[in-house]
């Protein structure tokens, strides 16, 4: 199963950015699909962006253009770009890789983001 750790979280003011990092312990051009994932105290956990193999893109829909999720084959990472942060994207974000040859489906360990007002 495939390895994830997450990195680039912290507290920001609102309008600031973050850079979150996902390096996978496997190659991710081998893995159908990777996301982020967001889970805010007593929500459920929803997706922020998802990137395919193919470079594919999709994204929630409250991200309105301040997200880009991009991957880097040679580092094996993923990453969210996030921009024009509001205090509501204050949460855990997870990384996770779609089922693969490597096994079933893996999510990282979650890296918290807090944006204050």
């Known amino acids: 199963q495939v390895q994830l750790v997450e990195s680039g979280g912290g507290l920001v003011q609102a309008g600031q950015s973050l850079r979150l990092s996902c390096v996978a312990s496997?190659?991710?051009?081998?893995?159908?699909?990777m996301g982020w994932y967001r889970q805010a105290p007593g929500k459920r956990r929803e997706l922020v962006a998802r990137?395919?193999?193919?470079?594919?893109?999709m994204y929630g829909d409250f991200v309105k253009g301040r997200f880009t999720i991009s991957a880097a084959n040679a580092k094996n990472t993923v990453y969210l770009q996030m921009s024009s942060l509001k205090p509501e994207d204050t949460a855990v974000y997870y990384c996770?890789?779609?089922?693969?040859?490597?096994?079933?489906?893996?999510w990282g360990q979650g890296t918290q983001v807090t944006v204050s007002s």
């Open positions: 996770r890789a779609d089922p693969s040859s490597y096994g079933g489906e893996s």
């Open positions: 496997e190659s991710i051009f081998s893995i159908g699909g």
């Open positions: 990137i395919t193999s193919a470079r594919v893109t």
